[in-house]
T-cell receptor, first 112, second 110 residues
Framework: DTGVSQNPRHKITKRGQNVTFRCDPI?????LYWYRQTLGQGPEFLTY????????KSRLLSDRFSAERPKGSFSTLEIQRTEQGDSAMYLC??????????FGPGTRLTVT | ELKVEQNPLFLSMQEGKNYTIYCNYS?????LYWYRQDPGKSLESLFV?????AVKQEGRLMASLDTKARLSTLHITAAVHDLSATYFC??????????FGTGTRLTIIP
């Protein structure tokens, strides 16, 4: 059990650019979640997958955001045409069914 | 929409003292989680509470759940400096996604 990993750990980008983050869950976990956390706040749910199926998307996830989990293993979160308001920590978590979620180290995005 | 409130938001306490953090939530749920977050780090799972009356203890921390009152508490006994962190409760709603509280930033003063 190597834990949830996320790459990159930090990303600085200019407004209007596209960015993509990757999450590798714990190997036997079938559920994968994405959250966003801004400074001083708790994480906010964005979307989750059960295996390769995306089951729910938050209203926070505008059409500039897209997430995939093509083979039910790793997942990517892409943000197109980034805005300064997208600056946040993006957290990935995984679980086996609906049990405890284990969080990765996060990707900190700064949009300048 | 499920809402989760924690109080206090900030807590400074002296080493050796006891204190309790409260987590209230707005709709029925029987699964509640406590996480710890150190500055700039991700979330570390502390407790999973799965039923009414559940009580879990780990070291100086003890968590409990009252689903009828929609209340969970995290009790800190004889605080030590390395407990300084932000603590979040999170509730698992019917839609099986976690809704987090705003967090309690705990600072232990020597």
């Amino acid at each position: 059990d190597t834990g949830v990993s996320q790459n990159p750990r930090h990303k600085i980008t200019k407004r209007g650019q596209n960015v993509t983050f990757r999450c590798d869950p714990i190997s036997e976990h079938n559920r994968l979640y994405w959250y966003r956390q801004t400074l001083g706040q708790g994480p906010e749910f964005l979307t989750y997958f059960q295996n390769e199926a995306q089951l729910e998307k938050s209203r926070l996830l505008s059409d500039r955001f897209s997430a995939e989990r093509p083979k039910g293993s790793f997942s990517t979160l892409e943000i197109q045409r980034t805005e300064q308001g997208d600056s946040a920590m993006y957290l990935c978590a995984s679980s086996r069914d609906t049990l405890r979620q284990y969080f990765g180290p996060g990707t900190r995005l700064t949009v300048t | 929409e499920l809402k989760v409130e924690q109080n206090p938001l900030f807590l400074s306490m002296q080493e050796g003292k006891n204190y309790t953090i409260y987590c209230n939530y707005s709709t029925t749920s029987d699964r509640l989680y406590w996480y710890r977050q150190d500055p700039g780090k991700s979330l570390e799972s502390l407790f999973v509470l799965l039923s009414n009356g559940a009580v879990k203890q780990e070291g100086r921390l003890m968590a409990s759940l009252d689903t009828k009152a929609r209340l969970s508490t995290l009790h800190i006994t004889a605080a030590v400096h390395d407990l300084s962190a932000t603590y979040f409760c999170a509730v698992d709603g019917e839609d099986e996604k976690l809704t987090f509280g705003t967090g309690t930033r705990l600072t232990i003063i020597p």
